[in-house]
């Protein structure tokens, strides 16, 4: 099967781009003596795991509770829920972990580790950290972390932040120093609790760019990142990885030519309304848009408009193209996080136009 | 089953409300003596469209072959598929209607069209108008129009338009005028391909808000519509339908209390990154909060950021609420065909908070 037989729209997934990205991440994170704990909120695919697992002691990251009973499915044990879990979930993890699972837990709520501390099954728990993002997790300089310890008492573990954050950076330097923000906060984090005598064997920290760009990992025992495998325009705008590097586009065919317009089948469904690049230094509409091989034969062409199932192209002037109805095209994601999420499988290629794959992946919740 | 005790996030879906939209539509186009042909691609559930169907001639419209496949398999045969179609998509086409469908194309293309009349499948093809939007469609003034009912043949067996722009409408009277738009369009372009010699037997128009607003449908054979059957912010705010009439919200948990701050377990992914309301006279961000009843318990509070699984609920100073960890919320959709889409279950409720019915939904392509 080769990409222009396959029915559009759909996600295809280069393989040797997949690769680079995961030994790019792995060779930094082996250089920092620390292993990777893959968050696989983005690829949501047990053979993309298999992959950047490789060499990594074989733990990994999830989002939701529908992700960890997936990956447990596939022989994947170590699992990290690392968004804020409500009481009424943890009955849900405690048939995960009774079902030969070991999904650890993350809290900033002092109601949240009660009920954690008092659930029969021993569910393991990390304090989450705000590092600077204002999203989710206790302050360093609080009480409540030493309040949220004391009251989960043995089942904490460790803490564990997240630089979201670092997705405003517009510089290495500017994402170098939110890198160091995450890790200090989470090893000072640590430091207090040891001092306070609890024991806090897990220092987990991360996110793609800060994996990217840390000058140091000293003191942290795990790192998280999962967008960085597939890429997108948005990571490639803040140097996460290269443009080049974007292993993931939504494959598309043009239905339409109205007065000169490019219509194309890959919408708001297909490509997701994220407009990260928006804020970006380039901003790419709903998605830069390449022939089918993925060469950019078309300069600067952006989907301009998303409907439901219609995308509009914007040409490049530059590039004149024909481009009669029929005529298969692929989009690099703004976010491959959101785009990705509207389908599921991947056709797989490996640096050429035929299909070697079909990788299903999960989605839900 | 209640809804406090379901998972989140998830889909629910209020019947009554449900059946207060499907009546109002349906009452308005007996008015005008227009049958409905409900379009399915927002709901994407066989439930939903027995309910729409009743009273009328039986026939539906879907964005996607998938949905056209899903229904035809429920039962559904007389089936507008109202995106342009490539050939590449006719074999696909053609073995639905062998397997007892009856699918019917739209295009604007002169390719398309021979692909259409060169099948050896007898394909049906309405050819797109456009009547404003600048989308899909021909201009009813080109000479192409006659070209492309030229090249269609005997497989051209009527027209459609739709007023896309109907949702830049931002007044009653600005809708109607779109409506009266629409119609016009498509009743033109039935008289000019009638009055060269070819049978037109199908006049199709339709968007929810014109179809709510127009004055006159004379001329038209049919009517479309989706989006008015479950309701959303955005449509509320064009006067579509009332803002109590919105029959779809995400139900949410309250998942951190960091600073104070309210983060739930409905983000990018569950709602949507569609900010149709920006545009609005009001703006919701991600969508309007309610309480687990559906009451407007905290004002104006909105879903000001979303992350891919975090939402942050701005609250309304005039309604402070405690909200605790595991809290139960509501949210509003900005979009219905946007934030279902996420989703492959509506959990039904009948204006009370029990779950009298669980309906499957299908997504993808």
């Not at 997240?162 to 995450?182: D, K, N, P, T």
Request: one cysteine or more.
């Amino acid at each position: 099967m080769r990409l222009v037989d396959l029915p559009t729209p759909c996600l295809v997934l280069d393989r040797q781009k997949l690769q680079g990205n995961i030994r790019g991440m792995a060779g930094i994170l082996a250089r920092h003596g620390v292993p990777l704990r893959p968050h696989m909120k983005t690829a949501k695919s047990i053979d993309v795991a298999r992959l950047v697992l490789e060499g990594q002691p074989g733990g990994i990251t999830v989002s939701t509770l529908a992700e960890a009973e997936y990956f447990a499915s596939h022989g994947i044990k170590d699992i990290l829920y690392a968004v804020g879990v409500t009481p009424g979930k943890l009955d849900q993890v405690a048939r995960l972990n009774e079902s030969g699972a070991d999904v650890t837990v993350i809290t900033d709520d002092p109601l949240a580790a009660d009920a954690i501390a008092a659930h029969p099954a021993e569910i393991k728990a990390l304090i989450e950290v705000d590092c600077g993002e204002q999203r989710g997790g206790v302050l360093v300089a609080e009480d409540l972390i030493s309040e949220l310890a004391e009251r989960l008492g043995s089942r904490l573990v460790g803490v564990m932040t997240h630089a979201g954050h670092s997705y405003q950076g517009r510089s290495v330097a500017e994402i170098a120093q939110i890198a160091e923000l995450e890790r200090s906060h989470a090893v000072y984090a640590a430091q207090r609790l040891r001092a306070e005598g609890h024991k806090i064997a897990i220092v987990s920290a991360g996110s793609s760019p800060t994996g990217r760009h840390a000058e140091t990992m000293t003191g942290l025992t795990e790192f998280r990142a999962g967008v960085y495998m597939l890429g997108d325009l948005f990571q490639a705008e803040i140097e996460t990885h290269g443009r080049d590097t974007i292993a993931l586009t939504v494959l598309t065919s043009v239905i339409g030519r109205p007065g000169g317009r490019v219509l194309i089948d890959a919408g708001a469904l297909a490509l997701s309304k994220d407009r990260s690049t928006e804020a970006a230094p380039t901003d790419y509409g709903f998605g830069l848009v390449r022939d089918i091989q993925g060469e950019p034969a078309l300069g600067q062409a952006i989907v301009r408009k998303a409907y439901q199932e219609h995308g509009v192209v914007e040409l490049d002037p530059e590039f004149p193209m024909e481009l009669p109805v029929g005529t298969k095209l692929r989009v690099l994601p703004n976010h491959a996080c959101l785009t990705a999420a509207a389908h599921d499988r991947y056709y797989v290629v490996d640096g050429t136009d035929e299909v070697v794959a079909v990788w299903p992946r999960m989605n839900g919740w």
